[in-house]
């Protein structure tokens, strides 16, 4: 109530808030104003670092994320703008991912570093997966021997990544159709709560995962690849095989935070990301 009273006293809103959505993470409503609709976000203390981290973004890619109308990043409030339609609702068309993707890609090179986000670099990964794979998982036995033994390939892996020496940088980690938008002139990504600072192209895993053949992965890579310069090709398609597992650092540690009552239900897609990622391997 706390958070609402705070969005009502900067919008003049009569009607009461509708939640939306409410999770142990975040909790989002929905308010209508003479303006139009307007969101507010309430962040838990875990993901505090979106209600910082987005006003920085915005600042400086306005065209690029939704319009903060008010934020307290103390409290992990966020007050935004109607982001427009998302790609879902337009069949999610690669039209609209080449030409956001290189956006992205030049909003990664040039993002300035947050102590706050959660920190899944590269030279981690060995350690997360060891994590990942000591964890109760919603896989088979059979399938978690293979996770295990799969450990020292993904080491050598990942040292082979990292010869590319790329920058860790910002990664958004749910860069997908219901968080892409088009509004009027502009694209924009919302919902930056699972984000991190990790290897910059682990933000397509997720992102081809909703797109079908259709759409053409060479095409895509490249326009992403367009502003990282020339020669990126094999660290691209490296990094999509091991960033199917560094996806699933990100959900494990989310498991960790629910209410064991909701597991299942969460176990449901975790092991659809985890499946998806042996079958890569």
């Not at 609709?37 to 838990?44: D, N, P, Q, S």
């Amino acid at each position: 109530m706390l958070a609402e009273a705070w969005a009502r006293s900067r919008l003049g809103v009569v009607e009461p808030a509708e939640i939306v959505r409410d999770r142990t993470w975040a909790k989002t409503s929905r308010l209508e104003t003479a303006d139009g609709i307007v969101w507010l976000k309430e962040c838990a203390p875990s993901h505090r670092f979106e209600a910082e981290l987005v006003p920085v973004l915005a600042g400086r890619w306005p065209d690029l994320l939704p319009r903060v109308l008010a934020h307290d990043a103390e409290r992990g409030w966020l007050l935004l703008a109607d982001a427009g339609v998302p790609f879902e609702r337009l069949g999610n068309p690669p039209e609209l991912w080449l030409r956001l993707l290189p956006r992205y890609a030049e909003l990664q090179r040039e993002a300035p570093a947050l102590a706050s986000l959660p920190d899944r670099t590269l030279a981690r990964w060995p350690e997360l997966y060891d994590e990942l794979a000591a964890s109760e998982l919603p896989l088979h036995p059979a399938e978690i021997e293979s996770l295990r033994a799969h450990a020292p390939r993904f080491a050598d892996l990942c040292n082979e990544l990292a010869g590319y020496a790329l920058p860790a940088t910002i990664q958004h980690d749910d860069l997908h159709h219901k968080n892409a938008f088009v509004d009027g002139d502009y694209l924009r990504i919302i919902d930056w709560g699972d984000a991190c600072r990790s290897h910059p192209f682990v933000s397509l895993v997720v992102t081809f995962r909703f797109l079908d053949e259709r759409a053409g992965y060479k095409r895509l890579r490249d326009a992403y690849l367009e502003p990282w310069g020339p020669g990126l090709s094999a660290a691209f398609d490296l990094s999509q095989r091991l960033g199917r597992f560094a996806h699933a650092f990100g959900w494990v540690a989310l498991r960790r935070q629910l209410p064991e009552e909701t597991r299942a239900a969460y176990d449901v897609p975790f092991a659809v990301v985890l499946r998806r990622a042996l079958a890569g391997a």
